[in-house]
């Protein structure tokens, strides 16, 4: 088969030497459309059987499908054929949404989808349209609303997208992501289209988007440019077929076999020429010395004829091409049966839907590496480079090409399920962009296991910094910010998404420390895709018990208070510096949550809280946080605050802590106090007990 590289090439000798009327007795027109050589109309007509077509009722069709060919042209070499749109649109008859894919197989004729003229244009508001091959997926999302305004002419994203075609093609199907929610904006945007259709016949129309306009136009007659090639005969067998006109026969021209790498120079029975042959890998190229062309049997004849000639520079181009095609169209075929194993993963691990959807959304530094990259900047994941390991992943530290250090996720084992959800949840936690979660850079899905790219946290795990061996004081207000900001980090997660990102594995050892020790909730999401490194193991099997919400082990169902009831862990943590879980100590303390709670109960708290920040100045702001770590550890998970109210509460504390005697918020407290006591109190006295006011009202629930 010719590399489809050729394609469009080839056919200018074609055209220029073809330009014949048809094979004598058969049919040369069907309806308005001419049928040149080597086409044909009818059996034994064309060429190559993978060219004959029929005329059914003026429709010129390809042969046993139902493609219509509107055109041949032999200037450019091209077929013009009707194409079908794949639609999604609401029915307001039965409230619903109905979709209709759209498809194409010239199954193993020698015709191709030109890359090069054609466009994958998917036009809506909110629509995420493919195309899908056996070894490509090809989409585009198109969007409106914010910055995204459809402009008549402007198929960049806003209400239109377009994709290139890959090479190659012969067949696809086109179809939705169903995943969208237009439930909203079906009235202003009742359909989207995915059209696989001729670039040079489309210009975006924004009532493409408000009425019916574009598939009332092409939904008959969608143009879409095919190539086609001279591929099932062998050169040798072309040359010498004399019921046929052999194609390569001009000037410039020559023809190629594309399948064992023999030298056919060598063999001038077999393989003549009469001009200067040059072997090419799967091929030779039989050219003439200037002056001359080539006739039947590879022989240089003086030019006499004008209809033999062809557009020196497309032929000359199409030549060098050709030689090109053939040589990388061997290490093309070696290549692709890997790039076939590559592709499938990636499109298992909904990479497509990722890569398309990170094109289409502009500033999402998000990157999609290469398995050799990954293997480059860890050397090779070399056991050096381990940051920690575990049963089930490893995390390397890497630096990639351009200096930046990473750290490098390789999860040994995924289900089947997962693969499923990953895709979507990449996608999700890498549009996540908060100062306090570390920073998902990128994916390698070439691989049957994904790997994850994160920032690299230089100082440790909050868990190392609290029971650590390294006799540092940690004051109130540094163990209150490590808590207020994880908090945030949580409360974002529950937020920023629909339905929340649960993070499902809140611990001291998933908050990492920066250089400034500033938090970086790590392995949220993920954590449920892929466990685990080496801290996590031993916390699954120790420390289930220490974080886990009861309410979750009774129920199997992880909510937003899951994370709230292992955040209050992480409070008591921060507040006794005790572990979670602690296996050598006695019945009755080996959870620090049972433990703090029963010492609560029994007015004993100030025992079980560490002596390093037990003072008279800090009494209060125990008080405040033990009572709201109380909350967090509630049984009942529906009496837990919200991670957000948590963060709140946190954050007041923080401010109060920083400035004891200056109002942060002036207008909410006055208007808060108002109710309570007059107005002057606040500034005076002993602050303390107004403050204590404020954050009952503003946790009460
Ligand atoms: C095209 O047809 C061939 C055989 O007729 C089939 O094997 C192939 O799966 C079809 N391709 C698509 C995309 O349906
Ligand atoms: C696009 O052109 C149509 C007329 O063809 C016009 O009604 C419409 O307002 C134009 N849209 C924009 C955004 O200019
Ligand atoms: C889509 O959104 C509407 C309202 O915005 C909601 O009522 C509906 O349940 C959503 N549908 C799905 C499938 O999520
Ligand atoms: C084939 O090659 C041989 C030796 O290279 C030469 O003697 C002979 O004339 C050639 N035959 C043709 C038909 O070109
Ligand atoms: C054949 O090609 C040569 C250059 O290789 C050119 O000079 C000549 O004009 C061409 N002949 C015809 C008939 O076009």
Redesign the pocket.
């Known amino acids: 088969m010719f590399h489809p590289l050729l394609a469009g090439r080839l056919m200018l000798f074609l055209s220029s030497t073809l330009a014949a009327a048809a094979v004598p007795g058969c049919q040369s027109r069907c309806g308005d459309v001419d049928v040149p050589y080597p086409f044909g109309i009818g059996p034994g007509c064309a060429m190559d059987g993978g060219l004959e077509l029929t005329c059914t009722g003026n429709k010129l069709l390809i042969a046993k499908t139902s493609l219509e060919v509107t055109r041949v042209s032999e200037a450019d070499g091209k077929l013009w054929m009707k194409n079908s749109i794949a639609k999604q649109c609401y029915n307001p008859a039965t409230r619903s949404v109905e979709s209709m894919t759209a498809?194409?197989?010239?199954?193993?004729r020698p015709f191709f989808l030109s890359p090069v003229d054609n466009k994958i244009v998917v036009i809506g508001c909110r629509s995420l349209g493919y195309m899908?091959?056996?070894t490509y997926v090809v989409g585009c999302s198109a969007t409106c609303g914010g910055d995204m305004i459809p402009d008549n002419g402007s198929c960049s994203g806003a209400g239109c997208c377009q994709a290139d075609v890959p090479r190659g093609v012969?067949?696809?199907?086109s179809f939705f992501n169903d995943n969208y929610n237009t439930t909203q904006i079906w009235r202003e945007t009742p359909c989207n289209y995915v059209a696989l259709m001729e670039t040079a016949a489309f210009n975006f129309r924004t009532s493409y988007l408000t009425t019916t306009e574009f598939s009332d136009r092409y939904s008959a007659n969608l143009p879409v440019v095919v190539d086609w090639v001279i591929s099932t005969k062998k050169c040798r067998e072309a040359k010498y077929d004399r019921t046929t006109r052999y194609a390569c026969i001009s000037n410039n021209s020559a023809c190629a076999d594309n399948e064992l790498d023999i030298d056919e120079c060598l063999d001038n029975v077999t393989y003549p020429c009469g001009g200067i042959c040059k072997n090419t890998l799967g091929g030779f190229v039989c050219s003439c010395p200037g002056g001359k062309h080539m006739m039947h049997g590879g022989v240089c004849m003086p030019n006499e004829r004008p209809i033999w000639v062809v557009p020196l520079v497309g032929a000359s181009a199409g030549i060098v091409i050709l030689v090109i095609g053939i040589t990388c169209s061997y290490l093309f075929r070696e290549r692709r049966k890997l790039h076939i194993v590559k592709q499938k993963y990636f499109r298992q691990h909904g990479g497509l839907l990722l890569f398309e959807e990170m094109k289409s959304q502009q500033g999402v530094a998000f990157t999609v590496f290469s398995e050799e990259e990954l293997r480059q900047a860890t050397n090779k994941f070399h056991e050096e480079q381990i940051l920690g390991h575990g049963g089930h992943g490893t995390v390397y530290k890497g630096v990639l090409k351009s200096g930046d250090v990473v750290a490098v996720k390789r999860c040994m084992t995924i289900d089947e399920q997962q693969k499923k959800e990953f895709g979507k949840e990449m996608l999700i936690l890498s549009q996540i962009n908060h100062k306090n979660i570390v920073k998902l850079l990128g994916c390698c899905l070439e691989v049957e296991v994904p790997i994850l790219v994160y920032q690299f946290i230089p100082n440790g795990t909050l868990f190392h910094l609290i029971h650590g061996d390294h006799g540092c004081q940690i004051s109130l207000p540094t163990r209150l910010r490590i808590a207020h900001e994880s908090a945030e980090a949580l409360a974002y997660l529950h937020s920023c998404a629909s339905p929340p990102i649960l993070h499902g594995d809140v611990k001291s050892n998933n908050i990492l420390l920066d250089g400034n020790y500033t938090v970086k909730i790590s392995d949220f999401g993920a954590s449920t895709l892929a466990p685990t490194d080496e801290s996590q193991f031993v916390t699954l099997v120790q420390g289930t018990c220490g974080y886990l919400d009861p309410e979750y082990m009774q129920t199997c169902q992880l909510t937003e208070k899951s994370d709230v009831y292992s955040f209050g862990v992480v409070l008591l943590e921060l507040l006794t510096r005790k572990k979670a879980f602690n296996l050598e100590g006695p019945e009755h303390e080996k959870s620090l949550s049972m433990w703090f709670l029963s010492m609560m109960k029994a007015n004993k708290l100030m025992d079980i809280l560490d002596d390093q920040i037990k003072n008279d100045e800090n009494i209060e702001y125990l008080g405040e946080i033990t009572e709201l770590a109380k909350q967090c550890l509630e049984m009942c998970g529906e009496n837990r605050p919200l991670m957000k109210e948590v963060a709140e509460k946190l954050d007041m504390l923080r401010k109060a802590m920083q400035h004891p005697w200056v109002q942060q918020n002036p207008e909410e407290l006055d208007s808060l106090l108002g109710e309570w006591s007059a107005p002057g109190v606040v500034n005076t006295g002993n602050f303390s007990i107004e403050k204590k006011v404020v954050m009952g009202l503003k946790s009460g629930r």
């Open positions: 498809s194409v197989n010239f199954s193993s899908q091959s056996d012969r067949d696809y199907v």
